[in-house]
């Protein structure tokens, strides 16, 4: 906030303020790596297997404040929570038969930006009954908080056992744009898409994997967002 309001040199123009609200789907592009116990050989060295898997769809609840720093640029705070469920079935080897797995966790992310966004105002286009429509692009920097959650891992023959969770705070960034559609004076539609690269993510160390995460990668997301802008 105090980075919001701390660039009157740079408002060449009237300055205009506004928050937004929006909800939508984050999408993993990317898999993350596993690895997994696989059982025991015949000289009784223990076998690991590696895969890989995307996490789960999710959820997405942002919001954005912002205020125009000149003509149709404006400087943003954005906020962004996601939670990404993880299941995965994997199948392990042993002296007397195959045992399957189920591996279940979450990957709980909280992303934080500063953006620079510009309205297109030379390609808006206004209806018969004034409504307007104004595309704009975004791009933006900032940190991802991202916890894997502890890992619920039960076989077939219903032993359970919990694989330990972590928490990694990565660099950011994003990439999109979007479309403003007016409904008021100071009220607009926000629809937007955004590519966001949100860091490595990882499960804790696991004692029987040889102390190495069972889960581990980075997390690529699409994201497409729809909400209320309100101008002040």
């Not at 993350?32 to 696989?38: A, E, S, T």
């Not at 104004?134 to 694989?163: C, H, V, W």
Request: hydrophobic share 35%.
């Amino acid at each position: 906030m105090v980075l919001l309001l701390g660039l009157p040199g740079l408002c060449l123009a009237e300055q205009e303020h506004f928050v937004a609200a929006q909800i939508g789907g984050a999408f993993p592009s990317n898999k993350v790596k596993l690895f997994w116990h696989d059982g025991v050989g015949g000289t009784g060295d223990i076998k690991y297997k590696k895969g890989k898997d995307r996490l789960g769809s999710s959820v997405l609840y942002n919001a954005v404040i912002g205020k125009k720093v000149y003509d149709s640029t404006y400087l943003e705070a954005e906020i962004a929570y996601a939670e990404h469920k993880f299941d995965k079935q994997t199948l392990s080897k042993t002296p007397v038969r195959d045992l399957t797995d189920f591996l279940k966790t979450k990957a709980r992310v909280v992303t934080f930006f500063a953006n620079l966004s510009y309205r297109l105002d030379k390609l808006q286009k206004t209806t018969a009954k004034g409504m307007k429509f104004t595309p704009y692009i975004a791009f933006g920097l900032g940190a991802s908080l991202n916890r894997m959650g502890r890992t619920d891992n039960k076989d077939s023959d219903g032993e359970q056992e919990i694989l330990p969770g972590a928490i990694k705070a990565t660099f950011a960034w994003q990439v999109g744009g979007g479309l403003l559609i007016s409904v008021r004076e100071n009220i607009d539609v926000n629809m937007s898409y955004k590519y966001r690269d949100l860091g490595g993510i990882k499960s804790g160390k696991c004692p029987l994997l040889g102390n190495k995460p069972h889960v581990h990668g980075r997390l690529h997301t699409s994201n497409v967002l729809v909400g209320l802008s309100y101008k002040f």
